[in-house]
């Protein structure tokens, strides 16, 4: 489903809930790091950090915002005066002031009221904005909102001088189509911006994103590989890929040298990406069965869904239990050596029956010694 180009503003928070993951922590050289690469693809928006933190995460904050890279900095406050007074001075001009939207939330961790919380708005995002700062509201847990309630909350927020509000589905709870409705109901409330935060809980983070910026979000927010609480966030590639392939949105965000900052943040956050992460994993762009070997080498769109070159990658052909003598024929031109189908055909039992008794045999060297021992 295409539709007519619209542009969507990534809003890319692996520096804030990507390093909230369960144990991870990045250092300064590595948030820099990350930092200049995201902004080197054409990542518009970067948030950064959470000033409330301490003296440690600000000097890290600074020194990222000293780096004068081209996109826009966010920090991620609580919404409160002291946290607020905080991230003022850092050198970063925007800032998420997050405020929670469900009763549950409202009830059962702040202990206040709906009234405290739309005063709260109407106070803090002022203040912010008299000092100067670009003001997203974050309606945290806006998924199990009252949705008139967050109409409220929106109303509150563009009265006091927000820009922005971010939608939160902070427990992953939610599914496309009704991130639809709730985009479509908070779209025709308010002139902001809308932001979508997703959580990938359910497998969903990047389906939901995507429901959103085509029911009229205009920002995202994502982590490189998915880093982030729990599950995860929206992926980065995932979400810039969908967005084009799946509905013509621009980004802006150019993919091709993104398996260098993949590795960067996998090796930083101690993770290892799994071999069918899509995308991102080993195995994704691999191709083993004859069939499709066949049909790519006779054009790759018989069996290509997302172009690798897209996110700096090529497929593999590899021979393994599924091959057939196409694959094998290829796999000895590789090696510099013509043999015809009939050859081929002769020599997959013998391939077989190799790759039988070394699982994962096809990427490595015994097999190609092998091939040349037959
Ligand atoms: C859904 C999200 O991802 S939200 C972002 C979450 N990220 C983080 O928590 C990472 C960084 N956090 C921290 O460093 C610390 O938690 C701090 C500095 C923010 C606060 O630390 P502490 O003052 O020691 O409080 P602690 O973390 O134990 O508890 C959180 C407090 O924040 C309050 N709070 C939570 N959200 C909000 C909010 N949006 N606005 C105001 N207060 C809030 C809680 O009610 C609780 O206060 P209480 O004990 O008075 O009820
Ligand atoms: O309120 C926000 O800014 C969103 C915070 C967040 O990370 C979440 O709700 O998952």
């Known amino acids: 489903m295409k539709s007519n180009s619209r542009t969507i503003i990534i809003d890319d928070t692996t520096l804030r809930d990507g390093e909230q993951s369960a144990g991870v922590?990045?250092?300064?050289?590595?948030?820099?790091?990350?930092?200049e690469q995201l902004s080197a693809l054409g990542v518009p928006?970067?948030?950064?950090?959470?000033?409330?933190?301490?003296?440690?995460?600000?000097?890290?904050?600074?020194?990222?915002?000293a780096l004068k890279l081209p996109s826009n900095l966010l920090v991620w406050s609580r919404m409160r005066d002291d946290d607020l007074q905080h991230s003022l001075g850092l050198g970063v001009t925007s800032i998420d002031l997050s405020i929670?939207?469900?009763?549950?939330?409202i009830q059962h961790k702040l202990k206040q009221s709906r009234a405290w919380v739309l005063a709260t708005i109407e106070r803090c995002v002022k203040t912010a904005v008299d000092a100067g700062m670009r003001v997203c509201v974050g309606a945290e847990d806006a998924s199990r909102a009252d949705s008139d309630f967050?109409?409220?909350?929106?109303?509150?927020?563009?009265?006091?001088?927000?820009?922005?509000?971010?939608?939160?589905?902070?427990?992953?709870i939610m599914e496309p189509f009704g991130v639809f409705e709730a985009i479509r109901k908070l779209r025709a409330v308010t002139d902001m911006d809308i932001e979508m935060h997703a959580h990938d809980d359910l497998g969903l983070a990047t389906a939901n994103t995507l429901a959103a910026a085509f029911a009229g979000a205009t920002h995202v927010n994502t982590t490189v590989n998915g880093l982030g609480e729990r599950a995860g966030n929206a992926a980065l590639e995932e979400v810039v890929v969908g967005l084009k392939q799946l509905y013509g949105f621009e980004t802006g965000v150019d993919l091709r040298n993104f398996p260098?900052?993949?590795?960067?943040?996998?090796?930083a956050s101690g993770d290892t990406i799994g071999?069918?992460?899509s995308l991102i994993g080993r195995d994704v762009f691999s191709h083993e069965a004859?069939?499709?070997?066949?049909?790519?080498l006779k054009d790759p769109n018989n069996y290509q869904g997302v172009d690798p070159a897209l996110v700096g990658r090529s497929h593999q052909l590899v021979l393994g239990?599924?091959?057939?003598?196409?694959?094998?024929?290829?796999?000895?031109?590789?090696?510099?050596?013509q043999i015809n189908r009939w050859q081929a055909g002769r020599l997959l039992p013998l391939i077989r029956e190799f790759v039988s008794l070394h699982k994962r045999a096809p990427q490595s060297t015994d097999l190609n010694q092998f091939l040349h021992s037959l």
């Not at 260098?260 to 090796?267: H, I, K």
């Not at 004859?290 to 790519?296: E, P, R």
């Open 100 to 105: 929670s939207a469900s009763d549950q939330h």
């Open 275 to 277: 071999s069918r992460k």
């Open 150 to 172: 967050l109409t409220q909350m929106a109303e509150a927020a563009q009265a006091a001088g927000a820009c922005r509000i971010r939608f939160a589905d902070t427990v992953g």
């Open 321 to 337: 239990k599924h091959s057939g003598s196409q694959g094998v024929v290829h796999a000895y031109k590789q090696l510099g050596i």
């Open 25 to 35: 922590v990045f250092s300064l050289a590595e948030k820099l790091a990350i930092a």
């Open 45 to 65: 928006e970067l948030e950064i950090g959470i000033p409330a933190m301490g003296a440690q995460e600000r000097d890290e904050i600074k020194a990222i915002a």
């Open 290 to 296: 004859g069939i499709h070997v066949d049909g790519l």
């Open 260 to 267: 260098a900052l993949s590795r960067q943040v996998a090796t």
